[in-house]
């Protein structure tokens, strides 16, 4: 079989729907033959960034593996970011990369890059198809490694004689790997040992993160915190895990969280982490992080217990069937005095804002009404604006909230929002920008309109880059150095209906909620231009390196 | 505290780059790192000797494990072992000083591999301290050139 066809057929055997592609000479065979793959659709970006984020995004909603394509050399390197943004936050994604042919590699020949070499540290795993009777193999391996365990980034360089080769070997039904063991089954030991320490602590915590929406447990996670009655918040990558509704939600900590998720988490005696890594933004100064705690961490991945924080209880597995394990042996407990004490933190220390103006928080929590009630899918561009998401948007259900957390890539947002579209059509997808990050891919207003994905987005313009402002303001003087953009912002009310699309404008409190609502009744993509304070901050903040209790702004 | 790590890795491309690029990512200190063939020519052993507390190490071999080409990783400082290093040694030896040289080079079982007109090669093979002993002792007739493979081990049955 001719290797493109056998990619096409890889590709159908995975239950691939989408790809995202971008052409070049290395890719032309195979994009010949995928115009006759009727049943994969395929999406043109204007930028293979753009298309890799949408391959991310389009695999963070619906939890099955994004395809991203691009061309031998600058096409490839364009995708870098978009890669090791999925890497961060452990996205299923699989880069197909056009490559010069096997005879030219190493000659420094048109558009030759080492893409195996560059992405070696930002992916999973990674193969170069140096024989054509390889492929199948790998193009099986790298679906197989992309989605298992801790899922993550594969990339396959591709030579373009091997997608013209005559290929004998058959797509084998499953992948070799030899080394490759994801634990999922966890040590029933560890299990009941955490249990007994759950049960015997007065002050509990969990700590959720990514890996629960990964594993698919939202569901037990409740349960869990239910059962044993114990608080939970979330990481960035965990909202959504645990509806923010609930009694028990303490909603995020770390750096932006809320002052009770820290307070709790600095005066707990059981530290549950699930699916989280402890990472700088939630931890702030090690050596004081939780420190009465007995640490208890559930993870698929081992290398991510005791890297950064000594644990007590490692259980390394799924998630799911680790949870299914640890609930029934959870005893029920009041922890009157815990809750109580909760109770009077939140009291004291409740996510708030002050000012009048047109507050960019306000903004948030509008939109939050008027879209509670409807299937709503919230990206994030990374500043501000991303916090204030993070923070006044109230998040119940999984796989509903978009945003590059490990990796902070600004311009990840719009693109993510139109792959989120394309997996959810009948979902609402609001894309919460800022006016620095949206000018970061903002080509790719043309890829909304061009495939009918009516993705929305709010810009909270503060005509500032504003997360790099708020640093210069509180810890360099008010030195604004290169963060104003006030003054050279494009009109992104024309600019959106330059690129064929709707553009609004907001300046005043009064029209925040007409304009919202505006945007949402309108057909195709749409550009809010929320013209916000522009020396807004996001508080609470624990100051980098500090302990996550000594936060700024605590009211 | 240095320990020896023993890890069976696939022969694939690209495997050892991946190995030596995750000890530079995470800042691991190799002190020697040397791989060959084994018994079945699709796997290599690694034989990396890397120094550092106990929670560096478990993160060592963590890493290590989770690359998909490794098949196996093991720390065998505590158990029994044999390693060796090879050394290939030029020493510069003139007319006068060559009986007392190729006396030490005796001690150590060191093998004459060439012999110039102002030099002599020595092979040596040997646990760590033996080869170095034998450096120390050639240095003052002035030691020309020195490569040494890096420390291999195999567990004792
Ligand atoms: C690609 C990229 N470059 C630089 C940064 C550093 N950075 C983080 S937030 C930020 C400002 C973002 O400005 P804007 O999009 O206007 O959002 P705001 O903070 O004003 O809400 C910058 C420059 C980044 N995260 N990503
Ligand atoms: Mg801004």
């Known amino acids: ?555 | 505290m240095r320990h020896i790590i023993s890890a069976l890795v696939e022969n694939k491309p690209g495997a050892l780059a991946r190995i030596v690029g995750l000890f530079s990512a995470r800042g691991f200190n190799i002190e020697s790192l040397a791989v060959g063939e084994t018994e079945n020519s699709e796997v290599s052993r690694l034989t990396i000797i890397v120094g550092g507390d106990e929670a560096i190490l478990e993160q060592v071999r963590k890493q290590l494990g989770k690359v998909i080409d490794v098949l196996k990783v093991q720390d065998i400082s505590d158990d029994s072992f044999v390693e060796r290093d090879l050394m290939l040694l030029k020493v510069s030896a003139k007319a006068g000083k060559r009986p007392e040289i190729i006396e030490i080079a005796n001690v150590f079982r060191a093998k004459v591999v060439d012999l110039g007109e102002k030099t002599i090669m020595f092979e040596l093979t040997g646990p760590e301290e033996k080869i170095n002993a034998f450096i120390n002792l050639m240095r003052p007739y002035g030691i020309k050139e020195l490569a040494r493979t890096g420390r291999i081990a195999v567990l004792r049955s």
Not at chain 1, 71 to 95: Q, R
Not at chain 1, 515 to 540: C, H, R, S, W, Y
């Open chain 1, 1 to 555: 079989m001719k290797g493109s066809k056998l990619i096409i057929e890889a590709l159908r055997k995975e239950k691939v729907k989408v790809v995202f592609g971008y052409p070049g000479g290395s890719l032309i065979p195979l994009f010949h033959d995928l115009q006759d793959a009727k049943d994969i659709k395929f999406i043109l970006p204007r930028h293979e960034q753009g298309g890799g984020h949408m391959a991310d995004g389009y695999a963070r909603v619906s939890g099955e593996v994004g395809v991203a394509i691009a061309t031998s050399g600058p096409g490839a390197t364009n995708l870098i970011t978009a890669i090791a943004t999925a890497h961060m936050d452990s996205i299923p994604m699989v880069c197909i990369t056009g490559q010069v042919k096997t005879t030219l590699i190493g000659n420094d020949a048109l558009q030759e890059a080492d893409i195996t070499g560059i992405t070696r540290p930002i992916t999973k795993h990674n193969f170069l198809v140096s024989d054509p009777e390889d492929l199948p193999e790998i193009m099986v391996s790298a679906f197989h490694i992309a989605r298992s365990g801790r899922p993550g980034p594969v990339v396959i360089d591709l030579p373009v004689d091997i997608t013209i080769a005559d290929i004998k070997t058959k797509l084998p039904a499953k992948p070799t790997l030899p080394g490759y063991h994801p634990r999922y089954d966890p040590n029933p030991k560890q299990v009941e040992r955490a249990a007994e320490m759950i049960n015997k602590a007065k002050q509990p915590v969990m700590y959720v993160g990514g890996g629960v929406i990964s594993s698919e447990c939202s569901d037990l996670i409740k349960k869990m915190s239910e059962k044993g009655n114990i608080p939970v918040t979330t990481t960035l990558m965990g909202l959504g895990a645990f509806p923010e509704t609930h009694k028990n939600s303490l909603l995020m900590l770390g750096m932006h969280g809320t002052a009770y998720a820290n307070l709790a988490v600095t005066n707990t005696d059981c530290l549950i982490a699930i699916g989280a890594r402890f990472d700088d933004r939630i931890t702030g100064k090690i050596s004081e992080f939780a420190p009465n705690a007995k640490v208890i961490h559930f993870d698929i991945d081992p290398t991510s217990v005791s890297k950064n924080i000594r644990v007590d209880i490692p259980v390394v597995g799924d998630a799911t069937k680790s949870l299914k394990k640890l609930i029934p042996l959870l005893k029920k407990s009041a922890r009157k005095e815990w809750f109580s004490q909760i109770d009077e933190w939140k009291e004291k220390y409740p996510l708030a804002y002050k000012g009048s103006g047109l507050r960019p928080q306000y903004v948030i929590e509008e939109l939050y009404k008027l879209t509670k009630n409807k299937k709503t899918i919230i990206c994030t561009e990374v500043g501000q604006h991303q916090m204030w998401a993070a923070q006044f948007y109230t998040f119940t259900k999984p796989r509903k909230w978009v945003s590059s957390g490990g990796l902070g890539t600004m311009g990840f947002g719009l693109p993510a929002a139109i792959g989120a579209q394309e997996a959810k059509p009948d979902h609402l997808v609001i894309n919460i920008a800022g006016d620095g990050s949206i000018q970061m891919n903002i080509q790719e207003l043309t890829t909304a309109l061009a495939n009918k994905l009516p993705v929305k987005t709010v810009i909270l313009n503060n005509g500032y880059l504003g997360m790099v402002r708020q640093w210069q303001e509180l810890f360099f003087d008010k030195r604004y150095a290169q963060t104003p953009l006030k003054e050279t912002n494009p009109d992104f009310v024309k600019v959106a209906e330059a690129f064929g699309c709707t553009g609004i404008r907001v300046t005043k409190k009064e029209d925040v909620v007409a304009g919202l609502k505006k945007m949402i009744a309108t057909e195709g993509p749409v550009f809010l231009d929320v013209q916000v304070e522009p020396e807004e901050n996001v508080f609470p903040m624990v100051p980098a390196g500090e302990a996550i209790d000594r936060m700024m702004g605590m009211t």
